[in-house]
Nanobody, 123 residues
Framework: QVTVVESGGGSAQAGGSLRLSCIVSGLSIVEKTMAWFRQAPGKEREGVSSIWSAMDIDYADSVKGRFTISRDNAKNTVYLQMNSLKPEDTAMYYC?????????????????WGQGTQVTVSS
C-alpha cells in the first residue's frame, strides 16, 4: 500500500516562508518524477513544481524565483521551500507521486496523492 503524507503547511504573513515536506511509503521515489500541486477554493488543481533530478525541475511561472523543490531519495521525501509568499499562494498543497508521462502539470498523470496540507498567507 502506497501512502503519501504532506506536512509543513500553516499560516504565514506575506513575504514570509514555509517549507513543505512529502514523505512516501510503500513506493520508492528513486527515478520517479514527483510533484507539488495546489488548489484554492473554487479553482482547479494546478501544478506548482515537479522534480526528477536536480537537473530536471519545472516550476509554474507564478512561483518561479520564489519556490524551490528538492528531494532526498534516501528519506523517500520531497520538499517545497516557499519564500516571498503572497496571499495568492493560499491553497491546499498536494504532493503527487509516480508520474505516468505527459505534461508534468496535468494532475491526471500521477498515480498517488496525499491528503494535502493547507497554506494560508495573509497580507
Amino acid at each position: 500500500q502506497v501512502t503519501v503524507v504532506e506536512s509543513g503547511g500553516g499560516s504565514a504573513q506575506a513575504g514570509g516562508s514555509l517549507r513543505l515536506s512529502c514523505i512516501v511509503s510503500g513506493l520508492s521515489i528513486v527515478e520517479k518524477t514527483m510533484a507539488w500541486f495546489r488548489q484554492a477554493p473554487g479553482k482547479e488543481r494546478e501544478g506548482v513544481s515537479s522534480i526528477w533530478s536536480a537537473m530536471d525541475i519545472d516550476y509554474a511561472d507564478s512561483v518561479k524565483g520564489r519556490f524551490t523543490i528538492s528531494r532526498d531519495n534516501a528519506k523517500n521525501t520531497v520538499y517545497l521551500q516557499m519564500n516571498s509568499l503572497k496571499p495568492e499562494d493560499t491553497a491546499m498543497y498536494y504532493c503527487a507521486a509516480e508520474f505516468k508521462g505527459g505534461m508534468w502539470y496535468d494532475p491526471r498523470k500521477y498515480n498517488y496523492w496525499g491528503q494535502g496540507t493547507q497554506v494560508t498567507v495573509s497580507s
